[in-house]
């Protein structure tokens, strides 16, 4: 079964502070592609980051980066100088492909980040 | 620059009641998916569709249908709606192997 486990439910971090997210997840497969999502209390899903498994180079986007370590099936999330809209829940989520043909979509349980002033 | 589409954005069922939640996206993607979300228990899939014409279960298919109408439209029925069922639903769409856009969710309540 392939599975995304975010061991954090909640985390805090004040503000201008660096947090890093913790992601882990589980696959059979070689090719896949990697995501982390920011729900702020509005509702809307928002893509923060992406990360391709087969590029080594980690993936940054502006004060958010993550630690991919493919071996270790680890892609972590840092967000430098974090601001108070920040404050929201991540999700970490994976996709597939299975020879060609694309698996779906599936994410973690989500980490509530809240940015203290 | 609609994006994804879904409606309605609340809704209230009697159990028993049955709906369609309506989703359509502009942006060309074959994939298109159901999520619920529920506290504690992050987004998971009821059911996607990975091109016109296919659908497949996800993790929590029990209680719902799909109908994939066309490659813009992907709809999602509750046949006899359940207070299990209360929860806020988004749909997305993506291109083939790429990140998800959803829509801005549905928040159902079933009493």
């Known amino acids: 079964a392939q599975t995304v486990t975010q061991s954090q439910p909640e985390m805090s971090v004040q503000e201008a502070e660096t947090v890093t997210l913790s992601c882990t997840y589980d696959t059979s497969e070689n090719n896949y592609y990697l995501f982390w999502y920011k729900q702020p209390p509005s509702r809307q899903m928002i893509l923060v980051i992406r990360?391709?498994?087969?590029?080594?180079q980690n993936a940054t986007e502006n004060r958010f980066s993550v630690n991919f370590q493919k071996a270790a099936k680890s892609f972590s999330l840092k967000i430098s100088d974090s601001q108070l809209g920040d404050t929201a829940m991540y999700f970490c989520a994976f996709i597939t492909n299975y020879g060609g043909s694309q698996g779906n979509l599936i994410f973690g349980k989500g980490t509530k980040l809240s940015v203290k002033p | 620059n609609a994006g994804v589409t879904q409606t309605p954005k609340f809704q209230v069922l009697k159990t028993g009641q049955s709906m369609t939640l309506q989703c359509a996206q502009d942006?060309?993607?074959?994939?298109m998916y159901w999520y619920r979300q529920d506290p504690g228990m992050g987004l998971r899939l009821i059911y996607y569709?990975?091109?016109?014409?296919?659908?497949d279960k996800g993790e929590v298919p029990n209680g719902y249908n799909v109908s994939r109408l066309n490659k813009r439209e992907f709809s999602l029925r509750l046949e006899s709606a359940a207070p299990s069922q209360t929860s806020v639903y988004f749909c997305a769409s993506s291109k083939h192997l790429s990140e998800a856009f959803f829509g801005q969710g549905t928040r159902l309540t079933v009493v």
């Open positions: 569709s990975a091109s016109e014409g296919t659908t």
């Open positions: 990360q391709e498994a087969y590029k080594q």
């Open positions: 942006m060309n993607h074959n994939s």
